[in-house]
């Protein structure tokens, strides 16, 4: 069966700090990988989703970025956090229509 | 714009009633559609998702609407129980991509069970 990990769990960072959350799935291959962001009390937003080992497309404009190393890896990153940064950071994985979440990272940027 | 939306953002049931969650969405080209229960401090679960070509699909005490006439979406929660406390959000892909390019989620709706 397939599974998704995400950590860390919880992060506390300081503004102006660099920010490297990781993902991976296991048990299926070539997984099409996204990042969602979620506000307290608030929807899903999507923040990048790639299709591809070093394929990645970005939805919104921001400081955060994303990479994918290997098949089943999707880092999201920064280089410098903001306060609007915190938040809970989902990775999702699909190969047909259906998206599986991970457990996600909560954010604190202070 | 292409959107999806919930009507309330909580809904309070007794413990053994039934639950009706609903969502309007604006994309008439969406081709299927998802409902995701998620509790507090968890990602999203997938529970049950539907395709356009079809009005109904029932699961295991759950039942998913689909009204394109009206662009309206429902999921029902039969027998409610303690555990299914957690927000809904209904889902569907973005663009034209068949979701291979990300979902776009409501609000959600807040679902408190009372004993």
């Known amino acids: 069966s397939q599974t998704i990990h995400q950590w860390p769990a919880t992060l506390v960072q300081p503004v102006g700090s660099p920010l490297s959350l990781e993902c991976t799935v296991e048990?299926?291959?070539?997984?099409?990988l996204y990042w969602y962001r979620q506000a307290a009390g608030r929807g899903l937003q999507l923040l990048f989703y790639?299709?591809?080992?070093?394929?990645i497309s970005s939805e919104v404009p921001q400081n955060l970025s994303a990479s994918r190393p290997q098949d089943r890896q999707f880092i999201l990153s920064s280089k410098k956090l903001l306060l609007s940064d915190s938040g809970f950071y989902l990775c999702?994985?699909?190969?047909?229509?259906?998206?599986?979440f991970g457990p996600g990272t909560r954010l604190t940027v202070l | 714009g292409e959107s999806v939306g919930l009507h309330l953002p909580t809904l309070s049931v007794q413990e053994g009633d039934n639950s009706i969650i609903n969502c309007a969405y604006s994309?008439?080209?969406?081709?299927?559609f998802i409902w995701y229960k998620q509790e507090s401090g968890k990602g999203p679960q997938f529970i049950i998702d539907i395709r356009s070509n079809m009005d109904k699909r029932q699961g295991q005490r759950v039942t998913v609407l689909l009204n394109k006439t009206v662009k309206h979406l429902s999921l029902q929660i039969a027998a409610t129980q303690p555990g299914d406390s957690a927000v809904y959000f209904c889902a569907e892909p973005k663009g034209s991509g068949g979701g291979a390019d990300g979902l776009t989620f409501g609000k959600g709706t807040h679902l408190i069970i009372q004993p």
């Open positions: 048990g299926t291959s070539n997984p099409n």
């Open positions: 999702a994985w699909s190969v047909l229509f259906e998206q599986f």
């Open positions: 790639s299709v591809g080992i070093g394929q």
């Open positions: 994309n008439s080209a969406s081709d299927y």
